[in-house]
């Protein structure tokens, strides 16, 4: 997708290009009037931000399009590159509880388990907001992240149970599971773009290793701590969530 768009803007100039792209690198030849000249830039894997990524798409669409110059449409990106997050960050921790209370849902929770899956998704947003801000901490976020889940969800299942450990757990993450780098690397190797489709699967899987490795260790902590992990038979049935969520709906309207 890179290498297309950036192959498009320069053929909007009368250029010919070449580019070879991977998640951590851009490698660009350029044919300027029987002179070329080659360019390699390293970047660093960057954060999904679709709001970035559909403004950057919008700026390119408008030079394609003439609406605007290269000198604009240039400005337009440094400026989108400097300017702050869009959303404030209670918002963002808002957003990791809202997500986990509406995966548990999906998978059938009781109504304690989803909001526990509540509590469990906004403390992931606060330890995000905090890892993000050092870069010593950014690369063990998912598996802080997992160890945090994992021993939120034995704690409430012990203090408020029985509860579905597993369930809460899995609701709390869901939201750094990889899914757009896996759909977005199985897309660059099935066109062909290997060196690109595999480093982003590698990194995609390793997000999920570090996951898994802090809830194994998360989970054996919590075993030798004392706290259980509850068999399915005693647990509430499905049928608690619909009733309960019925009555709490009624009493809202």
Not at 65 to 71: A, C, Q, R, V, W
Not at 84 to 97: E, Q, S, T, V
């Amino acid at each position: 997708r890179l290498e297309g768009a950036l192959m498009t803007l320069s053929n909007g100039q009368n250029i010919k290009a070449n580019v070879f792209s991977t998640p951590t690198s851009i490698m660009a030849s350029f044919d300027l009037t029987g002179e070329h000249t080659h360019r390699l830039e390293r970047i660093e894997p960057g954060r999904v931000d679709l709001m970035r990524l559909t403004q950057t798409n919008e700026i390119g669409s408008d030079y394609l399009n003439g609406t605007i110059s290269l000198e604009q449409a240039s400005q337009q990106v440094a400026t989108l590159n400097n300017q702050k997050a869009y959303y404030r960050p209670w918002a963002d921790m808002l957003a990791y509880g809202l997500s986990a209370t509406t995966m548990a849902i999906v998978l059938g929770g009781s109504l304690r388990e989803i909001w526990m899956s509540f509590f469990i998704g906004f403390s992931i947003g606060v330890l995000d907001y905090f890892c993000q801000r050092f870069d010593s901490t950014a690369n063990i976020f998912e598996m802080s992240a997992g160890i945090l889940a994992t021993l939120l969800a034995f704690i409430f299942g012990q203090n408020f149970g029985p509860l579905n450990v597993p369930l809460m757990t899995m609701a709390g993450l869901i939201v750094l599971i990889p899914g757009l780098n896996i759909t977005t690397a199985m897309a660059e190797m099935a066109s062909n773009d290997l060196a690109s489709g595999t480093a982003r699967m590698a990194g995609a899987l390793m997000i999920l290793l570090k996951l898994s490795f802090g809830i194994a260790l998360a989970n054996q902590l919590a075993l030798l701590a004392g706290f259980k992990n509850f068999p399915a038979s005693a647990l509430e049935p499905n049928g608690f969530l619909v009733i309960e969520s019925g009555n709490l709906l009624t009493r809202l309207l």
